[in-house]
């Protein structure tokens, strides 16, 4: 393994990993940079597994047999080993799930090829919280949705709290980007999926009912936070649906929205 001790938080070598903690520069730099950062020994482990390949990993000393043994198929990547003080002073916070990978970004697929055997997918419109693309990632993997299309608007699936909220199942299920709903709707359509909007309209069928007639292949779109799914994705949904809510509530989080939409969707 190679191993490359840090006794500076300015070694040039740790440029990936600088303030860490500011979103948008972070969003900005990755996907055009190649790059997003993977945290914690199992999260890197499953983006190796799921073919993603590693720049550089930053690890503290007690963590080093774990670097060792997830590193084993890319002996040529350097390790930097750094104690927690300089990490924090690095990254901006205390870094303490054992290790950060710089992994390199895959390209993204097209839909169609994310889709082609998929029978149930998520659309994600203009989510902007990390962690609740997160966690309808990890609802998405747990609850049997074969794929995720995200909007060019919506938050990076691979940006670092959304790796770590979903539990590294951005690296399991199938997921890219989505274009515009002009374009995305016949995409869509062509594949004989059904469009079916989560969402508070008036002529909306209930979850359940919508279960008992739901066809083949469903794609449930969910909005953004607060605002809902847009007036153009609504007018290329096929059907609106609800969660019948009670005790003056109206609907739920976008993320537990996905997890009980998916479960009824689950026992057609």
């Given at each position: 393994?190679r191993?490359?001790?840090?006794?500076?938080?300015?070694?040039?070598?740790?440029?990936?990993?600088?303030d860490?903690?500011?979103?948008?520069?972070?969003?900005?730099?990755?996907?055009?940079?190649?790059?997003?950062?993977?945290?914690?020994?199992?999260?890197?482990?499953?983006?190796?597994?799921?073919?993603?390949?590693?720049?550089?990993?930053?690890?503290?000393?007690?963590?080093?047999?774990?670097?060792?043994?997830?590193?084993?198929?890319?002996?040529?990547?350097?390790?930097?080993?750094?104690?927690?003080a300089?990490?924090e002073?690095?990254?901006?916070?205390?870094?303490?799930r054992?290790?950060?990978?710089?992994?390199?970004?895959?390209?993204l697929?097209?839909?169609?090829?994310?889709?082609?055997?998929?029978?149930?997918v998520?659309?994600?419109?203009?989510?902007?919280?990390?962690?609740?693309?997160?966690?309808?990632?990890?609802?998405?993997?747990?609850?049997?949705?074969?794929?995720?299309?995200?909007?060019?608007?919506?938050a990076?699936?691979?940006?670092r709290?959304?790796?770590?909220?979903?539990?590294?199942?951005?690296?399991?299920?199938?997921?890219?980007?989505?274009?515009?709903?002009?374009?995305?709707?016949?995409?869509?359509?062509?594949?004989?999926?059904?469009?079916?909007?989560?969402?508070?309209?008036?002529?909306?069928?209930?979850?359940?009912v919508?279960?008992?007639?739901?066809?083949?292949?469903?794609?449930?779109?969910l909005?953004?936070?607060?605002?809902?799914?847009?007036?153009?994705?609504?007018?290329?949904?096929?059907?609106?649906?609800?969660?019948?809510?009670?005790?003056?509530?109206?609907?739920?989080?976008?993320?537990?929205?996905?997890?009980?939409?998916?479960?009824?969707?689950?026992?057609?």
């Open positions: 393994m191993i490359e001790r840090i006794t500076s938080a300015d070694d040039e070598r740790l440029t990936d990993y600088r860490l903690t500011d979103v948008a520069l972070r969003r900005v730099l990755e996907p055009e940079g190649g790059l997003y950062i993977a945290e914690s020994s199992k999260v890197i482990g499953r983006a190796i597994a799921a073919g993603h390949s590693p720049r550089s990993v930053l690890v503290q000393e007690k963590w080093l047999a774990d670097a060792e043994q997830i590193l084993a198929p890319h002996p040529d990547v350097p390790v930097y080993v750094a104690d927690a300089i990490a002073q690095l990254t901006g916070y205390a870094v303490h054992g290790a950060l990978a710089a992994m390199h970004r895959p390209v697929p097209p839909v169609a090829e994310v889709i082609a055997d998929a029978r149930t998520v659309v994600l419109e203009d989510i902007v919280d990390h962690t609740n693309v997160g966690a309808i990632f990890r609802a998405a993997a747990g609850l049997g949705a074969d794929a995720v299309l995200v909007s060019a608007r919506c990076d699936p691979l940006y709290r959304s790796v770590r909220v979903s539990m590294g199942t951005v690296f399991q299920v199938p997921w890219t980007r989505l274009p515009e709903w002009r374009e995305a709707r016949g995409i869509l359509h062509d594949a004989g999926f059904h469009l079916a909007a989560l969402a508070l309209a008036d002529d909306a069928v209930p979850l359940d919508f279960r008992e007639r739901v066809p083949g292949r469903v794609a449930l779109m909005g953004a936070e607060g605002d809902g799914l847009s007036r153009a994705a609504m007018a290329a949904a096929d059907t609106a649906v609800v969660i019948p809510m009670a005790g003056g509530v109206d609907s739920l989080n976008v993320a537990a929205a996905s997890a009980v939409a998916l479960w009824e969707l689950r026992a057609r």
